[in-house]
């Protein structure tokens, strides 16, 4: 993976985050790879390594899980580290989709020219409490996807210690990792995440400055994926892969 991190959290906690993703047609991938990017809140006390909450919304290819190598827009959550809760997209009770919605989890996204970009935006209702997606190609025009209830979260129910943004990959033990972004290192061509910012309580995007400093990039298989600096309120990620990796990032913080 290539992801920044906040390593602080704000008195109040985090209740949500917001980013813009640029999408791409990807090379054919086969069962058991994945490439993914998404934006990240979770709740995990530091101490009790199966009790992360966490919630994910973005873009993935997933032959395993669509059985085919299309981009399509997916949704996460687990209450336990991915250990017996949760789910991908509708596959389980949890994310509840609404009427009028401007796209399904788990439908396939159709890059026009090759590329495209997508904002999410989720976020805590003040007032039921939920956790709210918010999509649209338009990061001005975002509509309702659905909600995670509150009520399937042990640690996440009032508000979140961690965001994070970035690029996922997974292979089988022993196989080389497929491509990342669009599988260029971070620059002028490669795959990005604009707009990142955190949402706070009265469900108000805040931008970067003044938080930077809590930001952390982890990229642990340099020789495989980047990610570059944070500018302004963006950054660029990807690579082309080929490492062997065996952990899975919901253990990792
Ligand atoms: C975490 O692991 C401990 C020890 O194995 C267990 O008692 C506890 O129920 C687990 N918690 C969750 C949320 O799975
Ligand atoms: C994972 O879930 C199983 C079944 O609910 C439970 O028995 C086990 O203790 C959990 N493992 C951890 C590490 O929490």
């Known amino acids: 993976f290539a992801i920044y991190l906040t390593s602080t959290t704000p008195t109040d906690g985090y209740f949500g985050a917001i980013g813009t993703f640029d999408v791409y047609g990807f090379p054919k991938l086969r069962n058991g790879e994945l490439s993914a990017a998404s934006v990240w809140v979770q709740n995990s006390q530091k101490a009790v ?3 992360t909450n966490s919630i994910q919304a973005g873009w993935d290819v997933n032959p395993d899980l669509y059985g085919d190598s299309k981009t399509h827009f997916f949704v996460y959550w ?3 580290s991915s250990n017996s809760t949760g789910c991908s997209n509708l596959d389980c009770i949890g994310f509840v989709p609404v009427n009028g919605a401007p796209i399904t989890p788990g439908d396939a996204l159709e890059p026009a020219d090759g590329k495209t970009k997508i904002t999410l935006k989720i976020f805590k209702k003040e007032d039921d409490g939920d956790w709210w ?3 649209g190609y338009n990061v001005n025009n975002l509509r309702p996807v659905g909600f995670w209830p509150k009520t399937i979260f042990t640690d996440m129910a009032d508000q979140a210690t961690s965001i994070a943004w970035g690029g996922l990959t997974h292979s089988n ?11 260029q290192w971070p620059g002028q061509y490669s795959a990005s995440v ?4 955190y949402v706070d309580k009265k469900g108000q995007g805040l931008s970067p400055s003044g938080w930077r400093d809590s930001l952390v990039a982890l990229a642990p298989f340099i020789t495989c994926y980047r990610a570059s600096s944070v500018v302004d309120d963006m950054f660029h990620y990807g690579g082309q892969g080929g490492c062997t990796i ?4 919901n253990n990792f913080w």
């Open 173 to 183: 033990k022993g196989k080389p990792s497929p491509p990342m972004g669009n599988g």
């Open 49 to 51: 390594f199966n009790s």
């Open 246 to 249: 065996f952990f899975n990032v």
């Open 133 to 135: 997606l918010y999509f």
């Open 78 to 80: 687990t209450a336990d």
């Open 194 to 197: 604009q707009n990142i910012q």
